[in-house]
């Protein structure tokens, strides 16, 4: 007799997933996480805590309301960190009842301490009063989740030198930053931090940024993002960081040299498994400190799964979720669907992007037709009210048969209405149902329309010459 059925390590988004998950399906579950680290790296230090900082600084700087009201328009004149951190807290304590309430609701009990591999279908659980406890378990859920990747050659201070953890702890806002890679997270903070008002510069040793995403929409970014003083070094790496009294000096291996208050890392993620004796329990992890799933999540060890960030790509909350979900049901025995390919992707930089399906690039390498449509807010309505004017909505649609092939969304609102398209492809819509539909007035979403209606209008053109 085990002492649960299903034990999860790690309280993050797949964590909680999987627990509840397990729970409805009337396993005795339990979770294994540090007091202080309830709903894991998600809620204390990665995604809630940095888009609640977005949402601080957009308010606090006025930056949204500076086409209607002037660029001098501020709502605070000296922003500290003390205003950022807040709202930050406010929203983290928010949401780690939330996740206690629903984890105690559903009989999920919390084992507070870490968690280590006895064998297969046990674990050394160290509370830190110095003696460990053996938990035994039929199944477990690896969900460990990640930390910054810091590389050996850096000396991080926490201070001067610190990773995507670490600067939302900085004790000031900087007057200058230099952003080490231009990658989601990366990018994320280089646009909050400039909105502040901080000189940043962003060393990137590819050519672009975020180059899984439609070009024209990174364009659009990069134009917004140089209007606020940010400078791109892209084709460069940093060869050296040296901190001095006041500020750190960044030497590039192309000879420049940069001064800034504050060094920010941004050099991807890192499976968060050293301490997890994995091999224990039979398992391994690679360089990167991620494990090797099969479809249903299930690792080389047959009662052993895991989920989200540990085992890579995607990493995405979102799809950590899903994860968690899909690995209990299978560990239970219970039939599954398998995640839908469309899957949409969210930046919260400033301003955000979304989008779900194909980019132009994939398909002209796939050499697949398609016509574009464009929608841009400030030819509608609800764009003009809420100060947008830069903000665009691109329909990637077959010229055969209609379908969506793709939606890209750049401006206020992106990671929302992105899923309207996310729903047409999913239940294998055309553009013929975006052209019928009747949109609330005004709106963003009305985008969608106005889109679809262009796009329509090219292939209309087309099939005319063709006749």
């Given at each position: 007799?085990?002492?649960?059925?299903?034990?999860?390590?790690?309280?993050?988004?797949?964590?909680?997933?999987?627990?509840?998950?397990?729970?409805?399906?009337?396993?005795?579950?339990?979770?294994?996480?540090?007091?202080?680290?309830?709903?894991?790296?998600?809620?204390?230090?990665?995604?809630?805590?940095?888009?609640?900082?977005?949402?601080?600084?957009?308010?606090?700087?006025?930056?949204?309301?500076?086409?209607?009201?002037?660029?001098?328009?501020?709502?605070?004149?000296?922003?500290?960190?003390?205003?950022l951190a807040a709202r930050t807290q406010h929203?983290?304590?928010?949401?780690?009842?939330?996740?206690?309430?629903?984890?105690?609701?559903?009989?999920?009990?919390?084992?507070?301490?870490?968690?280590?591999?006895?064998?297969?279908?046990?674990?050394?659980?160290?509370?830190?009063?110095?003696?460990?406890?053996?938990?035994?378990?039929?199944?477990?859920?690896?969900?460990?989740?990640?930390?910054?990747?810091?590389?050996?050659?850096?000396?991080?201070?926490?201070?001067?030198?610190?990773?995507?953890?670490?600067v939302i702890n900085l004790q000031a806002v900087?007057?200058?930053?230099?952003?080490?890679?231009?990658?989601?997270?990366?990018?994320?903070?280089?646009?909050?931090?400039?909105?502040?008002?901080?000189?940043?510069?962003?060393?990137?040793?590819?050519?672009?940024?975020?180059?899984?995403?439609?070009?024209?929409?990174?364009?659009?970014?990069?134009?917004?993002?140089?209007?606020?003083?940010?400078?791109?070094?892209?084709?460069?790496?940093?060869?050296?960081?040296?901190?001095?009294?006041?500020?750190?000096?960044?030497?590039?291996?192309?000879?420049?040299?940069?001064?800034?208050?504050?060094?920010?890392?941004?050099?991807?993620?890192?499976?968060?498994?050293?301490?997890?004796?994995?091999?224990?329990?039979?398992?391994?992890?690679?360089?990167?400190?991620?494990?090797?799933?099969?479809?249903?999540?299930?690792?080389?060890?047959?009662?052993?799964?895991?989920?989200?960030?540990?085992?890579?790509?995607?990493?995405?909350?979102?799809?950590?979720?899903?994860?968690?979900?899909?690995?209990?049901?299978?560990?239970?025995?219970?039939?599954a669907r398998s995640m839908s390919d469309l899957?949409?992707?969210?930046?919260?930089?400033?301003?955000?992007?979304?989008?779900?399906?194909?980019?132009?690039?994939?398909?002209?390498?796939?050499?697949?037709?398609?016509?574009?449509?464009?929608?841009?807010?400030?030819?509608?309505?609800?764009?003009?009210?809420?100060?947008?004017?830069?903000?665009?909505?691109?329909?990637?649609?077959?010229?055969?048969?209609?379908?969506?092939?793709?939606?890209?969304?750049?401006?206020?609102?992106?990671?929302?209405?992105?899923?309207?398209?996310?729903?047409?492809?999913?239940?294998?819509?055309?553009?013929?149902?975006?052209?019928?539909?009747?949109?609330?007035?005004?709106?963003?979403?009305?985008?969608?329309?106005?889109?679809?209606?262009?796009?329509?209008?090219?292939?209309?053109?087309?099939?005319?010459?063709?006749?």
């Amino acid at each position: 007799m085990y002492d649960y059925d299903l034990l999860v390590l790690g309280s993050g988004p797949s964590g909680q997933k999987a627990a509840i998950a397990a729970a409805k399906l009337g396993r005795r579950v339990a979770i294994v996480d540090r007091r202080d680290m309830l709903g894991g790296v998600c809620i204390n230090t990665g995604t809630v805590p940095s888009k609640t900082l977005r949402e601080a600084v957009l308010y606090l700087t006025g930056l949204s309301q500076r086409d209607l009201y002037g660029s001098s328009y501020r709502v605070k004149e000296d922003i500290t960190v003390a205003d950022l951190a807040a709202r930050t807290q406010h929203v983290i304590s928010r949401q780690t009842d939330v996740i206690r309430n629903q984890l105690a609701r559903n009989k999920v009990s919390l084992i507070t301490g870490t968690g280590r591999f006895a064998d297969a279908h046990s674990v050394w659980v160290d509370a830190g009063s110095g003696r460990e406890t053996r938990v035994s378990f039929d199944k477990a859920v690896v969900a460990a989740g990640t930390r910054p990747a810091r590389p050996d050659s850096v000396d991080f201070d926490d201070r001067t030198i610190v990773d995507s953890d670490g600067v939302i702890n900085l004790q000031a806002v900087p007057r200058s930053m230099v952003v080490v890679g231009a990658g989601v997270i990366g990018m994320e903070y280089a646009s909050l931090f400039a909105a502040l008002g901080t000189k940043v510069t962003v060393v990137e040793r590819r050519p672009r940024m975020l180059d899984f995403c439609d070009e024209e929409i990174v364009e659009s970014l990069k134009y917004h993002l140089r209007d606020l003083s940010v400078t791109f070094r892209f084709g460069e790496e940093v060869a050296a960081v040296e901190k001095h009294r006041s500020a750190a000096l960044c030497v590039l291996r192309s000879g420049k040299k940069i001064v800034a208050d504050t060094v920010m890392y941004s050099a991807g993620r890192q499976g968060q498994t050293d301490d997890l004796a994995l091999e224990a329990a039979g398992l391994t992890a690679d360089h990167r400190g991620r494990i090797t799933v099969d479809a249903d999540y299930r690792t080389a060890v047959d009662n052993i799964y895991a989920v989200g960030d540990v085992i890579g790509f995607p990493a995405l909350a979102s799809t950590s979720m899903e994860q968690g979900r899909l690995a209990a049901q299978h560990a239970c025995g219970e039939p599954a669907r398998s995640m839908s390919d469309l899957q949409p992707i969210g930046i919260y930089t400033i301003p955000e992007i979304s989008f779900v399906g194909k980019t132009e690039e994939d398909l002209t390498e796939a050499s697949v037709p398609f016509e574009v449509g464009i929608a841009r807010y400030r030819e509608l309505a609800r764009g003009q009210i809420v100060g947008d004017s830069y903000g665009m909505l691109k329909l990637l649609v077959s010229p055969e048969d209609g379908r969506l092939l793709g939606v890209h969304v750049f401006g206020t609102g992106a990671t929302e209405i992105v899923h309207i398209g996310q729903a047409v492809m999913g239940c294998g819509g055309t553009v013929d149902y975006l052209l019928d539909a009747v949109f609330n007035y005004p709106t963003l979403a009305e985008a969608y329309k106005v889109a679809a209606l262009d796009a329509a209008n090219k292939i209309r053109n087309i099939t005319r010459i063709n006749d």
